[in-house]
């Protein structure tokens, strides 16, 4: 990638690492100064602006959007990206940075502004979620049902003095509730679920790998769907996340998709979450957007996900020699080890 003559470093001043750590920023664009030269620091204005800001830098002739924030921050960002061909480059510092742990880039902002030189762009295509409430752009993932349940109930205070621990008693307080229930429609078929999983990545908050077959680089969503109204059963739904069994589980399906509708049964309100950020409410569709990212990863990430390709490739082609063509669907191998991943540093 050619060097950026000029760069914007757009952060949110709430986001829980900035605001334990009063230097961060200036220290931030110290070290990218180093890389690029004209870096300018721009601070979000409160919800949804960081989109209009970043639209007005690349305008200014901004080269390289740097994105200081979590998910929330980095999702809201790429509505002025998107389609713009400028490359992204992702500064971890929210609660459970997902799409830093996904690529590789770990947990620390410092460390990956100071590695500039190993980044390389990749171009994705980031899922849409439609419902009543607009349209939003989904990096990581979006949800219906349980999950964006709970991210609309945690509090930004438990939140923020808490951080990824506000999620897991979130989780914890629905235990024994009785579940909505409604309809997911994936690429024409029909199922009932409490949650569905729409992901673009494996990551899911900062830990845990739900859709292991979810690839970045791939034209598809990773789909997961969870059946039942009993509260319980996801007790035996996340031992089958931990000890990688959730193929195959009972209840459980896991899909492909170019696209997925949620719609109401008999519960008149099923939450929706986008990038850990509550969207609203169904119905709504999703599927891949046409405005595609270009996105700076750690080198050993986009050789990693492209070696990943290549094996599946062959191992399609190998299925179509020996007329087995579509026995499992587009991707039905998964990635080996523990479901809980620590987000560890590129090298």
């Known amino acids: 990638m050619r060097k950026p003559s000029a760069a ?26 180093e ?27 901004a080269e390289l959007v740097c994105v200081a924030g979590g998910d929330g921050t980095v999702n809201e960002a790429a509505e002025g990206i998107s389609g713009a061909g400028v490359p992204l480059l992702v500064l971890p510092a929210g609660t459970a940075n997902v799409l830093s742990c996904e690529i590789g880039a770990g947990n620390d902002a410092f460390r ?26 989904f990096l990581c993932m979006a949800g219906a049902g349980l999950d964006a349940r709970i991210v609309r109930l945690v509090s930004p205070e438990w939140k923020r003095r808490l951080g990824k621990l506000s999620y897991w008693q979130g989780g914890l307080a ?48 990773a789909v997961v769907l969870f059946e039942g109204r009993s509260s319980l059963r996801y007790v035996k739904y996340f031992a089958g996340v931990l000890l990688n069994r959730l193929e195959g589980m009972r209840g459980v399906r896991v899909l492909d998709a170019q696209q997925v509708r949620i719609r109401l049964l008999s519960d008149p ?26 996105l700076l990863v750690p080198a050993r990430f986009a050789e990693a996900m492209r ?40 090298r």
């Open 174 to 221: 629905q235990l024994g509730r009785r579940l909505e229930t409604f309809e997911a429609e994936v690429d024409g078929r029909s199922y009932e679920c409490s949650f569905a999983l729409l992901a673009r990545v494996r990551n899911y908050g900062g830990d845990l790998w739900i859709a292991r077959h979810a690839d970045l680089l791939e034209n598809r969503l």
């Open 8 to 33: 914007v470093l757009v952060y949110n001043p709430e986001a829980g690492r900035i605001r334990a750590r009063p230097g961060m920023i200036d220290r931030l664009l110290t070290l990218l100064r």
């Open 269 to 294: 309100a099923i939450d929706l979450q986008v990038d850990g950020e509550h969207a609203g409410f169904a119905p709504a569709e999703a599927a891949l957007s046409g405005r595609r990212i270009r």
């Open 112 to 137: 990956a502004a100071s590695r500039l030189e190993q980044f390389v762009p990749v171009e994705f295509a980031p899922g849409v979620l439609r419902n009543a409430q607009g349209e939003r752009l």
């Open 307 to 346: 070696a990943r390709a290549r094996m599946l490739e062959t191992a399609v082609a190998e299925g179509a020699r020996r007329g087995q063509a579509g026995a499992g669907g587009p991707f039905t191998g998964r990635a080996p080890g523990a479901a809980f991943r620590s987000c560890p540093p590129f």
């Open 35 to 61: 890389r690029v030269g004209d870096v300018e620091a721009a601070p979000t204005q409160g919800p949804r602006t960081a989109g209009r800001i970043v639209r007005e830098w690349i305008e200014k002739g």
